[in-house]
């Protein structure tokens, strides 16, 4: 077999580089028109008014002109809706389907959080529960002892021998008992 060789141009590369593009043309300078003498009579735009009926100044023989016909005016076909109209209209619903997402995931993470706080309260109460107080040993002859102090402190605090020695007495008892329990 013969070696072959292959050259390729910048230029085709380019052109291949380029390939989504289109190649552009040399847009023709257009000709200048002709100037045609104007008429005296007004220009007529191609619309006929009703309150004046045109009549050609000088009807040929032999043939009658036709009275003018008015036809009624229908308006031009809407456009069809161009690309970006339906690209916008995309957005929009893509928008909307967005936001109802959004409301759903805001509903749930509402639910989300009250179950969570809730679970939280329960653990809380749970763990960190106070265990079972004994009430304050002796808490009614402290409460007597220390009424009888302040209604008679000015006068004779010695009244109030008899509401210490009550107090003392149940202190000794409290402390004893609890000794007993934990030796």
Same mark, same amino acid.
């Given at each position: 077999m013969g070696d072959y060789k292959i050259q390729i141009s910048t230029k085709l590369i380019e052109q291949l580089a380029r390939d989504n593009e289109k190649v552009k043309r040399k847009v023709r300078k257009p000709k200048p028109k002709k100037i045609v003498e104007q008429r005296d #009579?007004?220009?007529d735009n191609g619309r006929e008014l009703p309150s004046e009926p045109k009549i050609s100044p000088t009807p040929t023989p032999g043939w009658q002109l036709p009275p003018p016909m008015y036809l009624p005016v229908t308006p031009a076909p809407l456009p069809p809706p161009s690309p970006a109209i339906h690209e916008v209209e995309a957005i929009r619903a893509v928008v909307a389907e967005s936001e109802n997402v959004l409301e759903k995931l805001d509903k749930q993470g509402d639910g989300m959080q009250q179950e969570l706080t +809730? +679970?939280?309260? #329960?653990?809380?109460?749970r763990e960190f529960k106070l265990p079972y107080q004994n009430p304050a040993p002796c808490a009614d002859e402290k409460a007597d002892c220390r009424e009888c102090y302040v209604s008679n402190a000015a006068q004779d605090p010695l009244k109030c021998a008899e509401a210490v020695r009550r107090f003392e007495a149940c202190v000794r008892m409290a402390r004893h008992s609890v000794g007993l329990q934990a030796g």
């Open positions: #009579e007004p220009q +809730r +679970r939280a309260k #329960e653990l809380h109460d």
